[in-house]
């Protein structure tokens, strides 16, 4: 890792954090529901930007590691957390290691509304 690598990774996050935030506030303004939609919105859009990234990257386009973890790392991390989730996921099952995938997206949703809930619950009763 070099102060370069982490530059990149800086840059195409700052990016993908507007991206996000300009995008939610476009979809809220138009769309009002109990359903998070723009949330929805912003992980399938990030996920699809990422499949199709990475295809590229394998068949036709070979960008340099600082642009690569700008772009996957940086900005689409930023953009969504969900696009990496996915991505881990599908390799893990495109792998044939179907146990781990499960055990991977089962613990991922359960532990992280586990780690969102035990977060809240801490706080609240220390800043209450």
């Not at 690598?5 to 991206?19: P, S």
């Not at 809220?28 to 359903?35: E, I």
């Not at 699809?48 to 386009?61: K, N, Y």
């Not at 953009?79 to 996915?86: A, G, L, M, V």
């Amino acid at each position: 890792m070099t102060l370069q690598m982490v530059f990149y990774v800086g840059l195409g996050g700052a990016v993908g954090a507007i991206l996000r935030f300009l995008t939610m506030s476009a979809i809220g303004h138009y769309f009002h529901s109990q359903f998070p939609i723009s949330t929805f919105i912003v992980n399938v859009v990030g996920s699809f930007a990422l499949g199709a990234l990475l295809e590229i990257m394998a068949l036709q386009w070979s960008p340099s590691p600082e642009l690569r973890a700008m772009l996957v790392v940086g900005t689409l991390g930023a953009f969504t957390t969900f696009s990496t989730f996915s991505m881990d996921l599908y390799y893990l099952f495109d792998r044939g290691f179907l146990l781990s995938a499960v055990a991977y997206a089962l613990g991922s949703v359960l532990l992280c509304l586990a780690g969102f809930w035990a977060g809240m619950a801490v706080f609240r009763g220390v800043l209450a």
